[in-house]
């Protein structure tokens, strides 16, 4: 292998800087094509006819008459869906039953979105209406309305047991049992989801806003029963996803369908409100918490039982992380997770997977029981985690079989201690008089750092200029411009003769797609290595031109080939390609590093300030510190941004973005922008948010990044909550945190007599 | 039909799909619609659309535009279906995210909710046409220099809003820029880059 210009740990010239992205004059211009852009002659638009019932059998179904519709191209229904379910997930493209209300019954193309929406009122369906269900834990109980015939509940209940718990509770000094509860909750970005299908002959294109392309493009494979070949999924730029987007859905399947029945290419843009209805949002869970500590300030048992709503269907993905059993060094452990079908619309991951909601039970419960034993619950937090050399699980299973590496989450907890000025803190919750009164809380954070099959390509051209092929997406993580970064820190070709193509599954190889914190992580060590094998192909043929030097004796700098022992013989890169005639492509695919007993996380710690109304029940927030330890930085300004962004995106979730369902109807309440209240630039200052970055380097990824995005919208609700009740003495154990609710909390802490009704 | 009543029926048609009154549904008003508790949402009405068309004529981007359109043709259809301007995107179609912003008549306002009827004669800008000969605006540069975006699907609209409210109030403080902003959702909330960003495009236009 050709010596490095530049090694991990060695001097960096294009790693670790600030700079805008490398697709910035796009983005900035309106030249980024995004799915919903995309124009076709001659394309369809297609729309969806919805379920108007929770729970429903299609006894009939007519399209005669919308088929006959002047104007209309192709109508399909649950009878043209092939048996094949989206990605595995126990949802056709199309379903009978029907299991939420908002599901898709039928779907037309047709020459305009006038004429479909009209044609769609002709499609006559006659339902015989199913009891429906809509709480996980009603789900469970006998007599329950079933969803499918194996029952409500997703697979086995996911059991992990650390030590013995029963044991673990009985030995503790202190026991508390809390419940924590978040709503299902919207998390979806700013395009709504878009497809664009062509079919020529049996090769299937689909242009789709999806983080995962791949995912999609075996979903279809299987779905139509072609080879990997014939299907080419293309999601160039996709307009934000946390999460929803990380699975194949229907949309891309009624797509792919209408245009081979039309046989002309169809385009489907989900409306805000189908995309709100439909799309794989966050999901409920109720989490029974039980935590025991002894006096010497050691947690001893941590026990959690979550009711996971699902929704209708699943996508394979979800669940609780880990924040449970890899952030403390508790012994006795047990998770118990019941992931259960209801009448609602699917959920899946969202940034974050299920840690957020996981996050706010640990982090809310550990603040509960420190403050009952009157301890600092930052000290007390300080001396349960996990620090380096700790055992620690290595798998899925609970038993802690590797030992814990580059750990620096001490050190998130003391630079955003002393950022915030923790000191501050009341001694006392609830202690200030006044109508007015502040508090601060702290919450902490763990997650992998994201690893899987990556796969990558980097062309350098013949005028030397270069090319990052890879197929998961940037999202607004930037992955396009860090991705580069690596190639071009490898090469030693500037960042600006860079260009990239992402989301291409056909020009890039195999790659697990873009969630979890593993683009940079898993595409990125592809792209390291696809470099420096392009760097290899550019040394030898560079050999011949500077006295027949050996590859190993030849270094790039600046697209600038030199012998190393006497710089003055040297070769530009240019000239080098030139003579050798071809492109020099490198090739990238990786599995996960193996690292034998090491595991490296990505850790954080967040402090919320905030300030409480008394009177109004108004929580404001007065300060937000998200101190994040992601290996090393590839863009320092990418890596702020997602800290600053992710950061208001838990914070959100504080405030707003719940789903309510009609408990009669099990119709969607929350159907807008207006109902779910996503945050403006008015609702969080921000510049309340100041992202520490705290140092350090990783071993497992690309130049010791570690990966970020998901981690900083883990700890923003258990932080603000444990602010509030640092302010006012009120536990908030449900979001959002109304101002009803901590009114109510206000009112109970008065004597029984002085209470409002 | 004479042609009298027909026009007559056409602006009463007009004016069942017009969302506010007084002609293009400017951003500013909207801004306090998304801040609950502070004014009643103004949501479109749920007429069947209206399948008669009109001549619009507008000038976009400085090029002067003529166009036979459903009268029930937003201006945002306008842009990006008959004229391919796509810069300009559809966050929610509901006058809720600011996504589709342009400038007709120094003013911002949301496409979706403008009918192309309502900005016939009007000078409308957009995204794209905020560049001169290849040489990026201000805005555009300091959107990139402090990367103002994370996804980008929110860019055009927050771009064009900072436009219209730089070109009225060239030496704003954060408070003033932010509250000018409120009507523009970045659902990546990028929203700290995108001050930054807007604050540093107001000292270079000042320089
Ligand atoms: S698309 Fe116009 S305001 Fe959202
Ligand atoms: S950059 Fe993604 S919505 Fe603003």
């Known amino acids: 292998m050709a010596q490095q210009p530049t090694t991990p740990g060695g001097p960096l010239n294009v790693i670790g800087k600030r700079g805008p992205n490398i697709d910035a004059v796009e983005r900035v211009t309106g030249r ?30 007519d399209t005669s008459k919308a088929e006959a519709f002047r104007g209309v191209r192709a109508v399909i229904t649950y009878k043209d869906a092939p048996k094949v379910m989206i990605w595995g997930n126990r949802q056709y493209a199309l379903n009978n039953p029907v299991r939420f209300k908002g599901e898709a019954v039928a779907a037309l193309a047709a020459v305009d979105a006038e004429t479909a929406e009209k044609a769609l009122k002709l499609i006559a369906v006659q339902y015989e209406p199913l009891p429906f269900v809509l709480d996980p834990e009603e789900a469970l109980k006998p007599g329950a309305p079933q969803l499918f015939e194996d029952g409500n509940l997703e697979g086995m209940p996911r059991i992990l047991n650390r030590g013995n718990i029963e044991q673990g509770l009985k030995e503790s000094d202190k026991v508390i049992e809390r419940m924590y509860h978040c709503p299902t909750m919207w998390s979806g970005g700013m395009e709504p989801r878009a497809c664009v299908a062509q079919w020529e002959g049996d090769k299937l294109t689909l242009w789709a806003s999806t983080q995962s392309p791949f995912r999609v493009h075996g ?67 109720r989490i029974y918490v039980r935590v025991g500590v002894k006096k010497d300030m050691t947690i001893n048992a941590l026990e959690l039982k979550a009711y996971i709503n699902q929704g209708a269907y699943h996508t394979r993905l979800g669940g609780l992380g880990n924040q449970a059993t890899h952030t403390y060094k508790t012994v006795n452990v047990r998770t118990e997770q019941y992931r259960v079908h209801t009448n609602i619309p699917n959920t899946g991951p969202t940034r974050g997977v299920g840690d957020p909601q996981e996050d706010f039970a640990v982090e809310s419960a550990l603040d509960e029981i420190a403050i009952e034993m009157g301890w600092d619950p930052m000290e007390f937090k300080l001396k349960n985690i996990k620090r380096n050399g700790d055992p620690i699980a290595r798998g899925p299973a ?66 030397g200029s270069a090319m990052v092929f890879y197929s998961s997406t940037d999202i607004g993580t930037g992955s396009r411009t860090t991705l580069a970064m690596i190639a071009a820190e490898v090469l030693s070709i500037p960042l600006s003769m860079f260009r990239t193509t992402a989301g291409d599954t ?20 592809a792209v390291q290595a696809a470099a420096r094998d392009a760097l290899d192909q550019i040394l030898a043929a560079a050999g011949p ?24 013989k040297s070769v530009k890169l240019a000239d080098v390609m030139q003579r050798r005639g071809r492109s020099a492509v ?44 992601l290996g090393r930085p590839i863009n320092v300004t990418v890596v702020e941004n997602q800290i600053e962004g992710g950061s208001i995106q838990g914070l ?15 119709g969607c309440l929350t159907g807008s922008f207006l109902d779910l209240k996503p945050p403006t630039m008015m609702d969080f200052d921000p510049r309340l948010i100041e992202a520490i970055i705290v140092p350090n380097e990783g071993v497992t990824g690309p130049y010791g990044a570690k990966g970020l995005g998901e981690n900083p919208c883990h700890p923003g609700m258990a932080a603000v909550a444990n602010a509030i009740y640092n302010a006012i003495g009120v536990r908030l154990r449900e979001v959002p945190f109304s101002r009803g609710a901590v009114l109510a909390g206000l ?8 209470r409002t009704a | 039909m004479s042609d009298e009543e027909r026009e007559r029926a056409d602006k009463a048609s007009v004016s069942r799909r017009a969302f506010l009154k007084g002609g293009a549904a400017a951003t500013g008003a909207l801004t306090a619609a998304l801040i609950p508790g502070t004014a009643e949402a103004q949501l479109p009405d749920a007429t069947e659309p209206d399948t008669r068309h009109s001549t619009v004529e507008m000038t976009v981007n400085g090029r002067l535009y003529r166009a036979d359109v459903p009268n029930s043709t937003t201006l945002a259809q306008f842009l990006r279906e008959d004229l391919k301007l796509t810069g300009t995107k559809l966050g929610c179609d509901r006058m809720q995210c600011g996504a589709c912003t342009v400038v007709v008549n120094g003013r911002n306002v949301y496409s979706c909710t403008t009918l192309a009827l309502q900005a016939t004669g009007a000078e409308v800008l957009t995204i794209e046409g905020l560049a001169k000969d290849d040489a990026l605006h201000p805005i555009q540069q300091a959107f990139i220099e402090h990367s103002g975006f994370q996804c980008g699907f929110c860019t055009s609209g927050q771009i064009m809003t900072t436009k219209v409210m730089l070109d009225r109030m060239p030496n704003p403080t954060e408070d003033q820029a932010r509250l000018a902003l409120a009507g523009n959702l970045c659902r990546c909330s990028a929203y700290k880059k995108i001050l930054e960003s807007v604050m540093a495009a107001s000292r270079m236009m000042r320089a």
């Open chain 1, 219 to 285: 979903s279809l494979a299987a779905m139509f029963g072609v080879p990997d070949g014939n299907v080419r999924i293309i999601a160039s730029y996709v307009g934000g996803g946390f999460g929803t987007k990380s699975a194949p859905h229907t949309d891309e399947s009624l797509a792919a369908l209408l245009a081979r029945k039309a046989r002309l290419p169809v385009k489907l843009q989900y409306s805000r409100e189908e995309e709100i209805l439909d799309s794989n949002t966050r999901f409920e869970t």
């Open chain 1, 747 to 754: 009112n109970a802490q008065r004597p029984a007599g002085s």
């Open chain 1, 506 to 525: 056909e020009v890039a190889p195999y790659d697990g797609g873009s969630q979890g914190n593993r683009t940079l992580q898993g595409t990125g060590r």
């Open chain 1, 586 to 629: 490198g090739l990238g695919n990786t599995t996960a590093p193996q690292t034998g007993m090491n595991v490296e996380r990505t850790t954080a710690a967040h402090f919320a300030e905030v300030e409480v109304d008394r009177e109004t029940g108004k929580v404001r927030l007065l300060r937000y510190i998200a101190a994040h330890d």
């Open chain 1, 32 to 61: 980024a094509k995004y799915t919903g852009d995309i124009d076709i002659p001659g394309m369809l638009v297609a729309r969806v006819l919805r379920s108007p019932h929770a729970h429903a059998r299609i006894a009939s179904i």
């Open chain 1, 545 to 568: 031109m500077l006295d027949n030097t050996a590859p190993a004796d030849l270094e790039m700098r600046d697209s600038v080939i030199r012998v190393k022992a006497d710089p003055s």
């Open chain 1, 652 to 666: 959100a979730l504080t405030q707003g973005e719940e789903m309510r369902f009609d408990k009669r109807t099990g």
């Open chain 1, 398 to 463: 609970g038993v802690e079989d590797g030992r814990l590496i580059t750990q620096v989450l001490d050190r998130c907890i003391e630079l955003g201690a002393a950022r915030i000025d923790w000191t501050r803190r009341n001694a006392a919750a609830g202690g200030q008089p006044g109508p007015k009164a502040r508090g601060i809380g702290i919450a902490l954070t763990e997650r992998g750092g994201g690893g899987g099959v990556g796969g990558a390509s980097v062309k350098v051209n013949l005028d």
